[in-house]
């Protein structure tokens, strides 16, 4: 019985017994110790892939879907692009913050070269049909995060960050490191 017990732990009961280990001094660093380990893990080719499918796979149908004459009066394609797009980055974006807030500032700017990765492959190679209705989202979208990112790292990070958008994006490097 004791030996399956912790296979039977729910998520929540997990969470209260590892608040309650951690008021010991030699667990608490423990504890820190292992989450900062799962913290450095940022592969930003992994990224960059979660990112492009999550936006490559916005579903046209939905949009139509939800756009048009509603309760609440009217929303058109356009405007509703816009919050389904912004809906589907905000998880990454929410991660990023995370790191940010965490302080671990190599990992989130990592986590900021993955998010613009997925954005700048979507705007040059997607071919979804949800993307002609997204045509100014990409780039848009592309100075959000940066600029949100660019509000929570330091003047370092800030350097190796322009160096990275010159080389992997030419094209949007001219505009996209006014936004650091």
């Known amino acids: 019985m004791k030996d399956n017990i912790i296979k039977k732990i729910t998520p929540d009961e997990a969470l209260i017994i590892l608040k309650h280990l951690s008021k010991s001094d030699i667990l608490k660093k423990k504890i ?18 979660d990112v492009f499918y999550t936006l490559d796979g916005i579903d046209v149908h939905e949009l139509w879907d939800r756009s048009g ?17 912004d809906e589907a980055l905000e998880p990454f974006v929410q991660e990023m913050k995370r790191l940010l807030e965490l302080e671990i500032c190599e990992e989130a700017k ?42 929570g790292c330091n003047e370092s990070d800030k350097a190796g960050m322009t160096t990275f958008i010159k080389k992997e994006f030419p094209d949007w490097s001219s505009w996209a490191i006014n936004q650091i």
């Open 69 to 85: 004459t509603t309760r609440d009066g009217y929303s058109s394609p356009e405007e509703m692009s816009v919050e389904m797009f």
């Open 110 to 151: 990592e986590y900021c070269m993955g998010i613009l990765k997925g954005i700048y492959q979507y705007e040059h190679e997607s071919k979804s049909e949800f993307k002609d209705w997204a045509s100014d989202l990409p780039g848009e979208s592309f100075g959000d995060v940066l600029r949100e990112w660019s509000n």
């Open 32 to 49: 820190t110790d292992l989450a900062e380990g799962l913290f450095k893990n940022v592969d930003i080719e992994e990224i960059c892939v």
